[in-house]
């Protein structure tokens, strides 16, 4: 099944960091945009950050930018998001999906998700 597979979540502190990975399975992820969503409890999902196919260029929501960072490593066919300084608000659900250009909005290949959660 073609899907990506997330993973890294866990329980941290506020102020505290975690990796997430997003590795491809069935495809390659070599042509594609892939962007990182989340979706807290009661609230729609919501895009955080977005790494194009060709330039690697990266793009931010407003409230992570300068505590997240997005990378891919098409060799290993995964997209990480390493997020720092971490926030209770930051608490949600994290998913990854790809489309071909980061202002898509057809985005596929929708995995499981991982778990964030941050006390404060």
């Known amino acids: 099944q073609e899907q990506f597979v997330e993973s890294g979540g866990g329980l941290v502190q506020s102020g505290g960091s975690l990796r997430l990975s997003c590795v491809a399975s069935g495809f390659t992820i070599d042509l594609y945009a892939v962007r990182w969503f989340r979706q807290a409890p009661g609230t729609e999902r919501e895009g955080v950050s977005c790494?194009?196919?060709?330039?690697?260029?990266?793009y931010y929501t407003d409230s992570v930018k300068g505590r997240f960072t997005i990378s891919r490593d098409n060799a290993k066919n995964t997209v990480y998001l390493q997020m720092n300084n971490l926030k209770p608000e930051d608490t949600a659900v994290y998913y990854c999906a790809a489309d071909y250009y980061c202002s898509g909005q057809k985005w596929a290949y929708w995995g499981q998700g991982t778990q964030v959660t941050v006390s404060s």
């Open positions: 790494i194009s196919s060709r330039d690697g260029d990266s």
